[in-house]
């Protein structure tokens, strides 16, 4: 598998395109990565059946710290993932590609869970019983917060990425800091295990 900046000048135009084409179907907004991306700056990004970037150990940013509400009432925070990986997926009941992605979710949780790994899913804009009928229907077995009237929530995000940028998959390493980022619809259960299996295999 290639990663890291290497795609030449011709690649990077059709990377661009693919990504513009994925974020359509679900973004009303781009944020600063989507930005970075257009300007020609590809670093860490690799054309396919997904856009995506893996962040080196040294330039991670900062854990991120949350606290929010689940889908059945319990409270969820960053502090109860302490020294694990984490998979964060932001969705919504309505978006098509959050539908069409729910199923590799679902496998690749099942696949790296016994590994080590945690997944739990960021709901921007449903209420508990869309959410609930949402992972009844595909099969979700992790949980999610909800985000929606959730101010803090959605602030403790923001650094990482545009809410409105649904679907968005973050990979966070044993530290909280982001070590991988999907950019639209995930296409292919196999690439998200193998990015979680290389920060399960990391010492922190």
Same mark, same amino acid.
Request: glycine share 10%; aromatic share 8%.
């Given at each position: 598998?290639?990663r !890291?900046?290497?795609? &030449?000048?011709?690649?990077? $135009?059709?990377?661009? %395109?693919?990504?513009a084409? #994925?974020l359509? /179907? @679900? &973004?009303?907004?781009?944020d600063?990565?989507?930005?970075? *991306?257009?300007?020609? =700056?590809?670093?860490?990004?690799?054309?396919?059946?997904?856009?995506?970037e893996?962040?080196?150990?040294?330039?991670?940013?900062?854990?991120?710290?949350?606290?929010? #509400?689940?889908?059945?009432? $319990?409270?969820? =925070? =960053? /502090?109860?993932?302490a !020294?694990?990986?984490?998979?964060?997926?932001?969705?919504?009941?309505? @978006?098509?590609?959050?539908?069409?992605?729910?199923?590799?979710?679902?496998?690749?949780?099942?696949?790296?869970?016994?590994?080590?790994?945690?997944?739990?899913?960021?709901? +921007? *804009?449903?209420?508990?019983?869309?959410?609930?009928?949402?992972? &009844?229907?595909? !099969? +979700?077995e992790?949980?999610?917060?909800?985000?929606? !009237?959730?101010?803090d929530?959605k %602030?403790?995000?923001?650094?990482? &990425? $545009?809410?409105?940028?649904?679907?968005t998959?973050?990979?966070?390493?044993?530290?909280?800091?982001?070590?991988?980022?999907?950019?639209g619809q995930?296409?292919?259960?196999? +690439?998200?295990? #193998?990015?979680?299996?290389?920060?399960?295999?990391?010492?922190?």
């Amino acid at each position: 598998m290639k990663r !890291g900046g290497r795609a &030449t000048r011709a690649g990077a $135009s059709v990377v661009a %395109l693919a990504l513009a084409v #994925t974020l359509a /179907a @679900c &973004t009303s907004e781009n944020d600063g990565l989507v930005d970075q *991306y257009r300007s020609g =700056s590809n670093q860490g990004f690799i054309a396919g059946d997904g856009s995506f970037e893996e962040i080196p150990a040294e330039r991670r940013g900062d854990p991120i710290v949350f606290q929010g #509400t689940s889908v059945d009432g $319990s409270q969820i =925070s =960053s /502090a109860d993932y302490a !020294g694990r990986v984490v998979v964060l997926n932001f969705w919504y009941a309505g @978006c098509g590609p959050c539908r069409a992605e729910a199923p590799l979710l679902a496998d690749a949780y099942a696949a790296t869970q016994p590994e080590g790994a945690d997944f739990l899913g960021v709901n +921007i *804009y449903d209420g508990p019983e869309q959410a609930r009928s949402f992972e &009844t229907t595909y !099969g +979700i077995e992790y949980p999610s917060v909800l985000a929606r !009237g959730d101010a803090d929530l959605k %602030l403790a995000f923001a650094a990482s &990425t $545009s809410l409105q940028a649904a679907p968005t998959t973050l990979v966070l390493d044993k530290q909280g800091r982001v070590a991988a980022r999907f950019i639209g619809q995930l296409r292919e259960a196999p +690439i998200l295990k #193998t990015i979680v299996r290389d920060a399960l295999a990391e010492t922190p």
